[in-house]
């Protein structure tokens, strides 16, 4: 979770998030190689026919192959994943694996940092699933690091951002844990998708202007995580300062200060000016 554009950070000081889709389970495994039977479709009399509907959907060999060689290919390999990836959703636009391709490409394309074509997976990704967490967090985290204010659809992107992140605390709160996954993972990966999101809604709202929820979120995002990110704490420093709240600005910059990185020399900065601040504040009448 790190920031871009107005306060000059850039790719720099930035390193890839992890896929959300890694905290679920990664990929769906292939299934085992089954039958062509689709075609018996059309030879079906229309009463037999329509019972098929209840059946699972079967995978002909040709894309259970082609999924396999998608899945086996190692994290690190982002090319072939692409090249791999672009290939099978082309040759299969509405296969059973088509989605999960198309959300592992969203993530591969932002490791390559070529985000036109990971908003375009994205988009065929959640037309096929709208609820997908992995690609509704991270292109709602992705879209206010990559503000520009002089796009004539940044607000627009925003509210885009906004919604996705709000739909993805709403997946969470009644999400059922996965068969294949322990107690304490599901409760890892959901506190990990769960800051993701708080931390995306709270840069929405600070780009807009909306100090007050910019905060809200970004505590959420920071509170009781062991090794925050820094530019998270910078934000929320950032945002307490906009209310006037230097005592608290000043705490929250002396985090982001001692965390070695980008962001130190900035932080320390701020840190002392927050101080300066906080000691010439007006003392209230009692």
């Not at 979770?1 to 896929?19: D, E, H, T, V, Y």
């Not at 099978?88 to 959300?103: H, I």
């Not at 929405?204 to 929820?213: I, L, S």
Request: with cysteine; glycine share 6%.
């Amino acid at each position: 979770m790190k920031i871009l554009l107005r306060f000059g950070l850039l790719l720099s000081i930035l390193a890839p998030i992890q896929s959300v889709a890694a905290q679920f389970g990664g990929l769906p495994p292939p299934p085992p190689i089954q039958p062509q039977t689709r075609q018996l479709k059309d030879q079906m009399p229309t009463a037999e026919r329509s019972l098929t509907t209840i059946a699972p959907p079967t995978m002909e060999p040709e894309e259970a192959k082609a999924y396999k060689a998608f899945f086996d290919i190692k994290p690190d390999a982002v090319d072939q994943q692409i090249q791999a990836g672009e290939q099978f959703v082309q040759k299969y636009p509405t296969g059973q694996y088509t989605e999960p391709v198309y959300a592992h490409l969203v993530a591969a394309y932002y490791q390559k940092q070529e985000l036109d074509k990971m908003y375009a997976a994205a988009d065929k990704a959640l037309a096929l699933n709208p609820d997908d967490v992995a690609v509704l967090s991270l292109v709602g985290w992705v879209i206010p690091h990559h503000y520009d204010p002089d796009d004539p659809e940044s607000d627009k992107l925003l509210a885009k951002a906004a919604g996705y992140e709000k739909h993805v605390l709403e997946i969470l709160a009644t999400m059922p844990k996965p068969a294949n996954m322990t107690d304490d993972q599901f409760a890892k990966a959901k506190a990990t998708t769960t800051a993701q999101a708080n931390s995306g809604l709270g840069l929405v709202y600070f780009r807009q202007e909306d100090w007050k929820n910019s905060v809200s979120q970004m505590q959420k995002a920071t509170d009781g995580d062991p090794n925050p990110d820094p530019v998270d704490l910078y934000i929320l420093g950032m945002g307490l300062s906009k209310l006037n709240r230097y005592g608290e600005a000043a705490d929250s910059f002396q985090k982001c200060s001692q965390m070695p990185g980008g962001m130190q020399d900035r932080c320390k900065q701020k840190a002392a000016e927050a101080k300066t601040q906080t000691t010439s504040q007006p003392v209230p009448p009692k």
